[in-house]
Nanobody, 127 residues
Framework: QVQLVESGGGSVQAGGSLRLSCAAS????????MGWLRQAPGKEREGVAA???????SYADSVKGRFTISKDNAADTLYLQMNSLKPEDTAMYYC?????????????????????WGKGTLVTISS
């Protein structure tokens, strides 16, 4: 059974940091583009960051310089290090895996081409 399980969400003050993790199982994710998307209440889903099977990354402009995506292929785990958090980063963060599109599309496509989704982890940033 294919599964993506996120962890690491929580509540922090603005300026703080969080590290999200996504444990993948059920298939060989090293051949997938993996990414993070988020959705805030009342807003549409948006891509945050993604990394393709070659290690190339893509970021939304709103998080460049603050967030870093990485993956451990041996452990089938995806990470998102989030620094200098802002209240506008508050959202449910979802892990995603896409076999047929690259990192740029995972971010810009807002979910287009994603084959598998996690259930999400909530990030709340207070001012």
């Amino acid at each position: 059974q294919v599964q993506l399980v996120e962890s690491g969400g929580g509540s922090v003050q603005a300026g703080g940091s969080l590290r999200l993790s996504c444990a993948a199982s059920g298939t060989t994710y090293s051949t997938y583009s993996m990414g993070w998307l988020r959705q805030a209440p009342g807003k549409e889903r948006e891509g945050v960051a993604a990394i393709d099977k070659y290690g190339s990354t893509s970021y939304a402009d709103s998080v460049k310089g603050r967030f870093t995506i990485s993956k451990d292929n041996a452990a089938d785990t995806l990470y998102l290090q989030m620094n200098s958090l802002k209240p506008e980063d508050t959202a449910m963060y979802y892990c995603a895996a896409a076999r047929r599109v690259g990192a740029v599309t995972v971010v810009a496509g807002k979910g287009y081409g994603v084959d598998y989704w996690g259930k999400g982890t909530l990030v709340t940033i207070s001012s």
